[in-house]
């Protein structure tokens, strides 16, 4: 059974940062691909950054320049460091693991960003 845990969110004003991480077990981590997707209510889910099991990184172009994503495959974790954080980017995070096995998502994590 493949689960994702989303931590490092919260409130935090603008200018600021938070890195949020996606904790996964199991064993395919390091073939999946991961992203970080954000949802804000009555919206739909939107990629904001994902990583390839090779290191490739594609991002949303309202996070360019402000948000990394990374990845360590000893510890099963995924990151996403936010830079620069608008009250845009307020949202609800969420993690997610695609491979040939199939996807898998996280509960999310709440980012509020203050003006």
């Known amino acids: 059974q493949v689960q994702l845990v989303e931590s490092g969110g919260g409130l935090v004003q603008a200018g600021g940062s938070l890195r949020l991480s996606c904790a996964v077990s199991g064993s395919i981590f390091s073939i999946a691909r991961m992203g970080w997707y954000r949802q804000t209510p009555g919206k739909q889910r939107d990629l904001v950054a994902d990583i390839t099991s090779g290191g490739s990184t594609r991002y949303a172009d309202s996070v360019k320049g402000r948000f990394t994503i990374s990845r360590d495959n000893a510890k099963n974790t995924v990151y996403l460091q936010m830079n620069s954080l608008k009250p845009e980017d307020t949202a609800v995070y969420y993690c997610?693991?695609?491979?040939?096995?199939?996807?898998?998502w996280g509960q999310g994590t709440q980012v509020t960003v203050s003006s």
């Open positions: 997610r693991q695609s491979s040939y096995y199939g996807d898998y």
